[in-house]
């Protein structure tokens, strides 16, 4: 078996760290782009909890929790998706299409107005949150 050396050389110098150096150049971060994945998740969210508390289970709150849930995960999805390197344009795309699809059915179905609420203002939030990852500049 081979015994590992022992090493007795040590030195006296004690070991300190080298001077603080600044970074070559600033983190750069882009405030809508950070800012508007966010909003969209939140707004994904606040559409899915809303129609799993506040939606009745009749008819017309069971079809709208099915919609909000279809249209829920998929602007769940592009909210993950933006961020992502991989297209981030096309997790945008994916969260708007979503939002646009539950602000119209909300629009053109007769539900109660909890329903119309919940899915109106969750899209319209997603939307406000795809305008502003919309508006960032282009990600390196």
Do not use: K
Not at 6 to 18: A, C
């Amino acid at each position: 078996m081979a015994v590992p050396e022992r090493r007795t050389e040590t030195s006296n110098v004690p070991i300190l760290p080298g001077p603080i150096q600044s970074a070559a150049e600033p983190v750069h971060l882009d405030p809508p782009r950070e800012v508007g994945w966010l909003i969209v998740l939140v707004g994904t969210l606040g559409a899915l909890i809303g129609s799993w508390t506040l939606f009745g289970l009749e008819a017309d709150g069971m079809w709208a929790g099915y919609t909000v849930s279809l249209f829920g995960t998929m602007g769940l999805a592009g909210a993950l998706w933006l961020r992502t390197r991989v297209l981030p344009m096309g997790g945008a795309a994916l969260c708007a299409v979503s939002a646009v699809a539950m602000i119209l059915i909300a629009a053109l179905q007769d539900w109660s107005l909890t329903i119309n609420l919940v899915m109106i203002g969750g899209g319209v939030v997603m939307l406000l949150g795809v305008a502003l990852q919309a508006a960032g500049g282009r990600r390196s």
